[in-house]
């Protein structure tokens, strides 16, 4: 029965040849690894130059660069995204594992791993109920820390003289605040600006009121009676940063009884479980930080708001059409994008790589340490110098060898003197061997010896372990002093 290298023909058909040649009527040739993986990559960036993927967050990580690294999957399916560090310091919620969310951006590849993968450009919870799934988790958590617990509330001021509010600067929660402090009974009032929607918010909000918690009384700063945390209605997504982990533990541990007046008599956030009193409104809690008091000058106030609002305007609107103008321009960051990944991936491989290099050199040295023995060297200086007598000298060239040879023999001659053996005993080392001329190196070995000879600079030693009775040597078996050119002592100092 024929094999299947019977015949030339047969190793064709079967793609079993060793070395590739070229069909007849076959015009392709064959792709490097680098030029498939750059198509590859052209193609798919350019079929789905923008995706939404809806899908749970999983193995999700930062970088030390900043970037975030993480997976997107289903009951079927799963596709590895990286968000860069400017996208992902922008996100409104912190991403955790098992979040079912929408990503935006791109698919891309990476071909020093041959795999493909989104590059998100934003990334949203996937919708009311998924977000709301993620709050009551959150809740469950707190309480069951006892942050919600009745036992930890304050009781308000009746009259508090100085009220601090954490809530934006430039929004009508403030002003209503303010207006309603003022008709009711006008109080010093300290305004910590933050934002209270969007990137950063819950920082700038636990910030605010660890901030005010730690103004000491006495101070050039009055330390406020009594906190609002403020922000008007809105939906679940743009109250999100009350519902924040930091909101919550920052609220339950602040020393001033807090009001918590965000959103609408319907709207309820976790921070409002953590403060002392709820106000279903940012007018309410100024109604409960102080007692009434009769309404004054509510149509000056009124105008004084106005003019307050109108000034801004043309910032604003000159702003508004800076960042169109922004939005147009190419982003530089996208260009570094691939880099920047693939600096990550080379740093880890540097690390791993400079500890090998490590051990296959040394491991190379100690398997070389036998071509710098001294009688080896002394071998080829005689055979050159036996070369050189023979050849037929021309006075230049002889001039020109003899001072490249000569150059040469000083450079063996320094590495002979800092490979000699009996170079350590002038300074102070001594060489130990056995009863049978063996050059010892361990204690134990020592010990086992009848007779032991320890060479100096300036002679030898004979002398025996202790405990053991000292043998007696014929006076022609005498130890003679080890010479330097011996080739034992020489395979003795090199193992």
């Known amino acids: 029965m024929p094999g299947p290298f019977d015949s030339d023909d047969n190793i064709n ?16 040739e064959p792709l490097t690894i680098t030029e498939i993986s750059t198509q590859l990559k052209r193609t798919v960036e350019d079929r789905f130059g923008f995706v939404r993927l809806r ?5 999700v990580k930062r970088a030390a660069s900043g970037h975030m690294y993480c997976a997107l999957k289903d009951e079927k399916a799963v596709i590895d995204g990286v968000m860069w560090r400017g996208n992902a310091q922008r996100l409104s919620f912190q991403p955790e594992d098992g979040i079912e969310v929408v990503a935006s951006g791109k698919l891309t590849t990476y071909p020093g791993r041959s795999k493909y993968q989104i590059v998100i450009d934003s990334l949203e919870i996937a919708g009311e109920g ?82 005010f918690s730690e103004i000491q009384p006495g101070g050039s700063v009055p330390r406020p009676d009594l906190v609002i945390v403020a922000r008007g ?4 997504e743009d109250l999100w940063g009350f519902n924040e982990e930091s909101v ?37 809690a100024a109604e409960m930080a102080v007692p009434v008091r009769a309404e004054l000058l509510a149509a000056v106030e009124d105008l004084a708001l106005r003019q307050k609002r109108a000034a801004p305007r043309p910032i604003a609107l000159g702003r508004e059409r800076l960042e169109a103008r922004v939005q147009r321009l190419p982003k530089p960051q996208v260009l570094l994008q691939p880099q920047a990944q693939r600096l990550d ?24 340490k036998a071509r710098l023995s001294a009688p080896l060297l002394r071998s080829r200086l005689d055979q050159a110098r036996n070369r050189l007598m023979a050849a037929r000298l021309v006075p230049g060239l002889v001039t020109k060898r003899t001072m490249r040879e000569q150059e040469r023999f000083s450079a063996l001659e320094r590495l002979y003197l800092s490979l000699n053996p ?7 080392f001594v060489l130990v061997t056995g009863e049978n001329g063996e050059l010892l190196r361990s204690r134990a070995v020592a010990a086992q010896q009848a007779a032991l000879s320890i060479e ?29 050119s011996s080739q034992s002592r020489q395979d003795d100092l090199f193992g």
Not at 269 to 280: E, G, K, V
Not at 462 to 482: C, D, Q
């Open 422 to 428: 009996k170079a350590p005993l002038k300074r102070g």
């Open 55 to 59: 899908g749970e967050l999983s193995g």
């Open 233 to 236: 209605g809105g939906s679940v």
């Open 345 to 368: 991936d080379l740093s880890d491989r540097l690390r791993r790589g400079l500890s090998e290099r490590a051990a296959q050199a040394r491991a190379l040295l100690m398997a070389d």
């Open 456 to 484: 100096f600079s300036d002679g030898v030693l004979e002398t025996v372990p202790a405990g053991r009775a000292p043998a007696a040597k014929p006076a022609a078996k005498a130890k003679k002093p080890h010479s330097p």
């Open 13 to 28: 058909d079967s793609g079993g040849g060793l070395v590739a040649r070229t069909r007849a009527g076959d015009n392709s």
């Open 130 to 211: 998924a977000l709301l799934a993620l709050l009551e988790k959150t809740r469950a958590r707190l309480e069951a820390e006892g942050l919600f617990a009745a036992d930890r509330k304050q009781r308000l001021p009746f009259m508090p003289r100085v009220i601090g509010v954490v809530t934006s600067p430039t929004g009508a929660v403030i002003r209503d605040i303010l207006h309603r402090l003022s008709d009711r009974f006008p109080s010093h009032v300290l305004v910590w600006p933050v934002l209270v929607q969007g990137q950063g918010s819950a920082d700038q909000v636990a910030a605010a009121i660890r901030g």
């Open 248 to 284: 919550v533990r920052a609220i339950a541990e602040c020393s001033i009884p807090i009001i918590s007046a965000v959103g609408h008599e319907t709207d309820t956030t976790l921070a409002d479980y953590a403060a002392d009193a709820r106000a279903p409104t940012p007018t309410a």
